[in-house]
């Protein structure tokens, strides 16, 4: 078994670079692209207007929070999420499905966890009929 | 979506996270004890892991019979925060050791161990060392520490909980989901402990000096977090 030993500390060595590698991937990721402090996040595309508010403003993670999704010139659809994540850290699924309060209006409750490594920066992905089709980001405090 | 996919989704999603996330909080402390190991086991991972599901279980139990994350939390916050400064300043004390800086020597010397003796005494019967059941209260106690994988899964299993039939419904409901995800995330830490197990001798005693000084830093780190 001896000569086994350098084997398994090379082994050892590979094991724990993977995993140290694979843990700080994605360190640098995108930079907020909307003040959601100051107001709805407003977005045109091919397919319509979708605008994203959250409140109560200032947001701030681990309060309660309400999700209100506008759509403009889109078709009805059957279903509308907002998916939050955190770029560069994965940090599970948090779906927050929203239900129609109005012609093109959606709104549900959620919460935006904590995260303890002091990062603020959240994507915030409208997820319409299972299909991404706008993200925005911004930070929270 | 159905019940058998929810686990399954709670359990990837432990996984997953493993790999990314609870290495950053749990990492220094796993390499730190396995680094103090003497042996090459695997009961001392097994415990400390099944304590850390123990927790996210019984957290759980308590969301989805609740149906409120927010509500348990605003209740554990304060136990929170004082077990992230007791875990800052044992993994201190803990590098402190491993480096051979701690500043009580005499009390390491022929231990065999990283722990100073207050500390030991505290975790487990044996003055000598840290035993194997010392790291399953370890497990849970640790289990609390903020986390915000744990807390994107609490939400979910309060939304679970919040569509359950009754309180006991929701109250397993909730213990499942966060078993299945304490699972998940329980191959990354055993697969971090065991490889620093799985080092020689003279490979632990190299790494020791980055590793005590990681831990140092990881530790102090813990406590301006928690204050």
């Known amino acids: 078994m001896e000569p086994l030993k350098p084997l398994f500390m090379k082994r050892g060595v590979l094991i724990m670079v993977f995993i140290l590698v694979s ?13 959601i402090d ?19 403003r200032p947001v701030t993670a681990m309060r309660p929070l309400y999700f209100r999704v506008m759509l403009e010139n889109h078709r009805r659809p059957r279903s509308v999420m907002v998916e939050l994540s955190m770029p560069g850290m994965s940090m599970g699924s948090n779906r927050i499905t929203l239900s129609t309060s109005g012609e093109g209006l959606y709104e549900g409750l959620g919460v935006i966890p904590l995260c303890p490594s002091g990062r603020r920066l959240w994507r915030a992905g409208i997820v319409i009929d299972g299909r991404v089709v706008e993200v925005f980001h911004f930070d929270v405090r | 979506m159905s019940v058998n996919s929810i686990y399954l989704l709670m359990f990837t999603s432990g996984l997953l996270s493993g790999f990314s996330h609870c290495l950053g909080m749990c990492g220094p402390l796993v390499t730190s004890y396995s680094l103090g ?15 850390r599901v123990t927790t996210y279980i ?10 409120s994350f927010l509500g348990v939390m605003a209740g554990v916050q304060g136990l929170q925060r004082l077990i992230m400064i007791l875990a800052g300043v044992l993994i201190v004390l803990m590098g402190l050791g491993l480096a051979g800086w701690f500043p009580f020597p005499g009390r390491l010397e022929g231990r065999g161990t990283l722990f100073p003796g207050f500390i030991e005494r505290a975790l487990g019967p044996s003055p000598g060392r840290l035993t194997a059941g010392s790291f399953y209260p370890l497990g849970v106690l640790l289990g609390f520490i903020p986390c915000g994988v744990v807390y994107t899964a609490l939400i979910a299993t309060a939304r679970a909980g919040m569509e359950a039939e009754n309180h006991l419904f929701g109250f397993l409901k909730g213990l499942l989901m966060m078993l299945s995800f304490g699972l998940g995330t329980m191959p990354t830490l055993l697969l971090l402990g ?27 780190i813990f406590v301006a977090r928690a204050v």
Do not use: F, W
């Open chain 2, 58 to 67: 019984l957290l759980g139990g308590v969301v989805g019979m609740t149906g």
């Open chain 2, 37 to 51: 190991l003497k042996e090459r086991a695997l009961l001392p991972h097994m415990l400390y892991n099944l304590g």
């Open chain 1, 23 to 35: 843990c700080s991937a994605g360190e640098t990721g995108p930079s907020p692209d909307c003040d």
């Open chain 1, 38 to 56: 100051a107001g709805p996040c407003i977005r045109s595309g091919r397919d319509g207007m979708i605008a994203l508010e959250i409140g109560p």
């Open chain 2, 194 to 220: 065991g490889t620093v197990g799985i080092m020689g001798v003279r490979m632990r005693s190299r790494l020791q000096r980055l590793s005590a000084l990681v831990m140092i830093a990881a530790g102090v």
